[in-house]
């Protein structure tokens, strides 16, 4: 689609505007987009003034100094109360009196679609239920109208006349603003009323899906209330705190400004505040890492709150010191880990038990060391000179070195080297301008890339080396030789250094650098900075460099990138060179907050967000929407984390902080890894699938990601030295970092043209279909011996069993020849699908079968003949025909309708159906109907009279000897039987079975025993002419029918079916010759029985032969089953294809996304759906965009914004 594609389509703008300004106002709907009473807008309109009419007595009183302060609040509050509890009540008894009428359905209703509401009367139940829709709860009526009334007394107090001229000054400019202030802020409050006692908007800043619990009413008043808190605070401090005094004059001016902020969405709605506000208190405040789950972030907030609380009440400089020390290491660790060492499994790629007494003897050496040191400087003071509170410039020549600067030139030098062993690691480095000429390129294999990459894997250990285990050490000895711990019985410094001894463990490469910069800045002889702790500002400065990065990647690609372009683009980027100090500005802003950046419609119209947890979603990591291609991500998951470690720990991922994205590409698949936790030699990841079933959008993007990723690995030489380094796609929201090597399935795709369709290969088929089951009936047998199944006689077992010989005196009896039915029967088709759900599936690029099915004949697919049992009604009752088929030429209704009731077919209904037409006249007077030939192995009229004391371990279940089928059929079909194979294969099953002792004799005596021979050609040639594969040539389609187990029905095929296990064997059997042909077609004829033997037992033991949509096929890729093989049927193409998985070692590669921009994407996402209900599957934030690779990231998001196919749950990496 063009570029210029609505935003927002007709409907939805209309929506829009009439949702805005109720959001604006807090809830009256003053817009409804169809004719109403005009006492539907006054209503509206007195409720929305009620609180400045009740607030305006208290200060009316107040300024008549009939009241003083508090009475006028009180009075203000309680009026409010009373009104609250009357329009609670009100909207309570008009909910009761209505709630036994029946409405109408809104399938019949026309006024639904619209919303409309006729109005009878100013006071009827419609009216007040539009007004005051009213509470879900009795709790939540009576906390928001408690709490109405508080709000609108303490605002009564917050806002009057005499108080403001306190704050502003009663002369001048001052006692000119308090007019317009009491107004405008009187309107912030009615909004926040009326929000939560009378009516609630939808807010713009949404964080859930749903208000369940009815949280969204207290936003705005909690809000208004956190205002006033400052305010009273500085009222019971008597004034005299200049701090609170300033702060209290600018939230006076912010006050006003609030519902603008509320329009914008940059408040946060309460559930995002406080998860927001928990986790930069721990990151920034307390040294910690955001958190994978809402759970482990309270659990670890409370615990690290807990610890700087201990810090400030110990005594001494050296038990604070051991005591940070020992507990930053604890807390930097997922002691969630402890609980699996438990229950006895091996915790995901870590140590094991072993990890347990190597951290013990790590933090034990790093006490003993802070201990030391500690004591050393106290001892002697007068070496160690340089303190954090107390900087003073030395001269070298005068004053010796002190330890701390000593330790901070180790620093610097450690940061250096570990920063330039990080940067080789990956494709890219200088922030992915310079392609890495150390990086191999054009590397095909894994094999070859492991043997390429050893010197820079012996770097990365270096590196871990370097920053888990010396690093550590040198930050502790520098904290704990420093001045400032001296003053330790202060809240700011117990907090500080509880900060700086936890980021020594949880961040090692972040408390590293800020520790440099410390450093630099009093080795330059700086200005006298604050204590080093206080430093924080890197953090904030890297955001705001990335999100400065993607607000102008927005602007430039709003104009370069022509399908991008639209007609506003030039304006829109006047507006933003013109307000750049803005721009700035909001960038800054949202870079403080640790908000995203938000891009209207991802055009270049920026807002702050409002603050949220780095995760962007409420939920836990793990949900998506499943589909069966999940199944290949779920395998590839499991190897993906193992292959990932390694890279994380070596720094081939750069930094790797908690809000990383990278984007990983493998043929078809594209995976979403996002980064979750962070502590010491550790990394919590959720990784997701994006859908292999590629829309034009998805492939445009997945065409550029190919793109940059071929730029930094294959490095296709371009003209020129001076460029060749260069990367091509820089300034990509993607940046290649690394290749993985990851066993993982090869997917590759054949068409059988000139294969299936060779008369040539199809001649064969039917030998090797019979020389296949064969073995594979002899091979059960085996394995039926091997797994000791046991022969009781006297006593049938089932169907997957055998009788004894012994048993087999008896006959089984004969069914009644005159009972036959004429139900249709529909079998269950083991491992196979039926023809309906062949083609009634959706399609899918990797494993859906739509497209694959055999509707490629000229007249349609061929229905599949099936018996049919009739029941015909007799004087004496119903009497039951014999098996039959229908006529030639006639339609079976259930092969094309097979899910649907003969009732919802009432214009068929006239054709007969069930009752007999087309079938033999039935005479009445005769009590039984001849039964249809019957041909039985003889051994079942009989005992099968083995040759060999051994033949009974070969004998087949007598459930197997008995068939339906004319003796003329199999005599003909008996040249047919293999015997020489039959001979072979015993003798090879007799050497596995029986080993090395006498098996020579064995096999003679097996082969030459004619019983068993007998029964194995009855049983083979039966299921051959059931199964439908006794054609001397075979026809392309007959041949996948077959495949797919949905072949025409035959006179054996419901005795075949019946035995469900005989049926699946045999189904296997004609699955493993067929893809003997293809391999025959493709590599040559087997030229031998030894190699058609080696053939069959590489298909048993490392093949799964059966089709895309079978349950089995899922299973065996999640059991990583070396091959996988299917058949299918290219409808587009006209072709049958085949389908090979191969698990093998490929190359995964892995690029790092723009985390500000993953996130200004995904805010904007959340506020479309979720406020502006924008769902078009066209609208424009959804096109493909190539540099911010937009339908990707929105792909990506988790449900129900998103649709990610798979999602895993938080997986933990050990990573040192």
């Known amino acids: 689609m063009g570029p210029d594609v609505p935003l927002l389509n007709d409907y939805k703008q209309e929506f829009f505007w009439k949702r805005f300004p109720q959001t604006i106002l807090g809830g009256p709907r003053l817009k409804l987009g169809y004719c109403a009473p005009p006492y539907v807008y006054v209503h509206q309109l007195v409720l929305f003034l009620t609180p400045w009419l009740l607030g305006g007595i208290g200060t009316l009183l107040y300024q008549l100094r009939v009241l003083d302060e508090a009475c006028a609040g009180v009075v203000s509050g309680v009026l409010m109360l009373g009104v609250g509890a009357t329009l609670q009540g009100l909207a309570r008894c008009m909910a009761r009196r209505t709630g036994l009428v029946q409405r109408l359905p809104a399938a019949n209703n026309i006024l639904a679609d619209e919303e409309e509401v006729e109005f009878t009367h100013c006071v009827a139940p419609e009216t007040v239920r539009f007004v005051v829709p ?43 603003a308090i007019m317009p202030l009491f107004v405008l802020s009187w309107v912030t409050v009615c909004i926040g009323e009326y929000s939560l006692i009378v009516n609630t908007a939808t807010e713009t800043a949404t964080f859930q899906p749903q208000d369940t619990y009815e949280i969204t009413p207290l936003n705005r008043p909690l809000y208004i209330l956190a205002f006033i808190t400052v305010d009273l605070a500085l009222r019971f401090s008597g004034s005299g705190v200049v701090e609170l005094q300033v702060a209290a004059q600018v939230l006076h001016v912010l006050f006003v400004a609030l519902p603008v902020l509320w329009a914008l969405g940059m408040l946060s709605p309460l559930d995002a505040l406080l998860l927001w506000a928990m986790e930069q208190t721990l990151v920034h405040g307390l040294g910690g890492s955001a958190m994978s789950t809402n759970i482990r972030l309270l659990v670890m907030f409370l615990s690290s709150v807990g610890v700087a609380i201990c810090t400030f009440f110990i005594p001494s400089s050296l038990g604070v010191v051991l005591f940070t020390v020992i507990m930053g290491y604890l807390l930097s660790q997922d002691l969630t880990q402890l609980l699996v060492l438990v229950k006895g499994t091996s915790p995901t790629l870590g140590l094991g038990w072993w990890g347990l007494p190597l951290s013990l003897l790590f933090i034990i050496g790093a006490l003993t060391e802070a201990g030391l040191l500690h004591q050393l400087y106290l001892i002697d003071s007068g070496n160690l000179t340089l303190g954090v509170s107390s900087v003073e410039h030395w001269e070298s020549s005068v004053v010796p070195p002190s330890p701390q600067e000593v330790i901070g030139w180790i620093l610097i030098a450690m940061f250096l080297i570990t920063r330039l062993l990080r940067e080789i690691q990956g494709a890219c480095v200088l922030g992915g301008v310079m392609l890495n000429p150390l990086y191999p390129k054009r590397v095909m294999t894994a094999q070859a890339f492991r043997r390429k990459t050893h010197g820079l894997r012996v770097a990365g250990i270096i590196r871990r080396i370097l920053l888990n285990l010396v690093s550590p050490l040198a930050m502790i000895a520098f904290l704990s030789v420093d001045e400032s711990l001296k003053k330790l019985h202060t809240a700011s410094l117990a907090i500080g250094f509880t900060r700086a001894f936890r980021m020594v463990w949880q961040s090692s490469e972040a408390a590293l650098l800020q520790m440099v910069l410390v450093v630099i800045i009093r080795l330059a002889g700086a200005h006298r900075i604050a204590l080093w702790h206080e430093l924080g500002t890197t953090v904030q400065l890297i955001l705001f460099v990335c999100k400065l990065s993607f607000a102008l990647t927005v602007l430039i690609t709003s104009w370069t990138e022509n399908k991008q372009r639209r007609q506003s683009a030039g304006t829109l980027l006047a507006l933003n060179a013109a307000l750049c100090p803005l721009l700035l500005g909001v960038v800054a802003l949202s870079a403080l907050l640790s908000a995203p950046l938000l891009p209207l419609f991802t055009l270049p119209v920026f807002l702050v967000g409002f603050p949220r947890p780095l995760r962007s979603w409420p939920g836990t990591p793990g949900t998506a929407c499943p589909c069966p291609d999940s199944v290949y991500y779920q395998q590839l998951c499991k190897r993906l984390a193992s292959a990932i470690r390694p890279a994380l720990a070596n720094g081939a991922f750069g930094s790797c902080t908690p809000g990383s994205h990278y984007l990983g590409r493998f043929q078809g698949r594209l995976l979403w890894i996002s980064v979750l936790e962070r502590g010491y030699g550790y990394c919590t990841v959720n990784i997701k699938g994006l859908e292999l079933q590629e829309t034009s959008c998805h492939t445009v993007e997945a065409r ?25 796609h820089w300034g990509n929201a993607l940046t290649p970092c690394s290749m993985l090597p990851v066993r993982v399935y090869s997917d590759a795709q054949n068409v059988l043209t000139g294969i299936i369709d060779s008369p040539d290969h199809l001649r064969q088929l039917n030998s090797d279909f019979l020389k296949t089951l064969v073995w594979i009936l002899l091979r059960y047998c085996v394995q039926e011996l091997t797994h000791g199944a046991q022969r009781t006689k006297g006593q049938s077992l089932p169907t997957s069993g055998r009788k004894s010989q012994s048993s087999q005196h008896a006959v089984p009896s004969e069914p009644d020849p005159a009972v036959v039915t004429v139900a249709m029967d529909s079998q269950v088709r083991p491992e196979s699908s039926s023809s309906c759900q062949l083609r009634g599936q959706d399609s899918s690029s990797l494993s859906s079968f739509a497209d694959w099915s055999d509707e490629d004949d000229l007249f349609g697919p061929v229905p599949m003949r099936r018996p049919m049992r009739m029941m015909v009604r007799t004087d004496e009752g119903q009497t039951e025909l014999g098996l039959g088929v229908s006529l030639p030429g006639s339609v079976e209704i259930h092969s094309l309708y097979e899910s649907m009731a003969l009732s919802s077919l009432p214009t068929l209904r006239p054709l007969g159906l069930g009752l007999g037409l087309g079938l033999p006249i039935v005479d009445k007077g005769k009590d039984k109907i001849p039964a249809l030939t019957s041909t039985t192995v003889p051994s079942n009229s009989q005992p099968l009279h083995f040759t060999s004391p051994h033949s009974e371990l070969f004998s087949l279940p007598a459930e197997w000897r008995t068939t339906q089928l004319a003796s003329s059929k199999l005599q003909v079909l008996r040249p047919c039987f293999p015997e020489a194979w039959f001979c072979f294969c015993l003798s090879q099953l007799v050497v596995e079975s029986f080993g090395e002792g006498e098996f020579e004799q064995v096999t003679l005596g097996l082969q030459e025993d004619h019983a068993l021979r007998e029964l194995y050609t009855q049983v083979v040639l039966s299921c051959c002419v059931a199964l439908g594969a006794d054609a001397q040539v075979f026809s392309p389609n007959l041949l996948f029918r077959l495949y797919c187990g949905d072949g025409p029905w035959t006179e054996g095929l419901e005795w075949l079916q019946a035995n469900k296990e005989l049926h699946q064997l045999t189904l296997r059997a004609f699955r493993y010759s067929v893809k003997l042909l293809v391999d025959q077609a493709s590599l040559g004829p087997v030229e031998s029985l030894d190699e058609l033997y080696t053939t069959l037992q590489d298909y048993h033991e490392n093949w799964f032969i059966g089709l895309v949509t079978d349950r089995s096929w899922q299973d065996n890729v ?20 085949s389908r090979v998985l191969s698990l093998q070692d490929n190359l995964v590669q892995v690029g790092v996304l723009n985390e500000e921009g993953v996130r200004g994407q995904w ?32 792909q990506a998001a988790d449900p129900p914004l998103g649709y990610p196919i798979y999602s895993s749950p938080p997986i933990h990496l050990r990573c040192l």
Not at 137 to 157: D, K, P, Q, Y
Not at 1120 to 1135: I, Q, R, V, Y
């Open 134 to 176: 009213g509470k879900k709860f009795m709790g939540n009526i009576i906390l928001h109208t408690c709490l109405a009334g508080a709000l609108c007394g303490l605002s009564t107090w917050y806002l009057l006349p005499d108080r403001l001229s306190s704050l502003y000054g009663h002369t001048g400019a001052g006692l000119g």
């Open 704 to 728: 550029r990601v190919d793109e940059v990723f071929e730029g930094a690995f294959d490095h296709v030489e371009r003209p020129g030295q001076c460029f060749r380094l260069l990367n091509p």
């Open 1118 to 1137: 999640v059991q990583e089953k070396p091959f996988l093989f299917s058949l299918g049927h290219d409808l587009t193409m006209g072709a049958y294809t």
């Open 1163 to 1194: 805010a904007n996402l959340s506020w479309e759906l979720l406020y502006a209900t924008n769902d078009d599957e066209e609208r424009y934030s959804i096109q493909a965009h190539s540099v911010m690779l937009r339908n990707l990231t929105v």
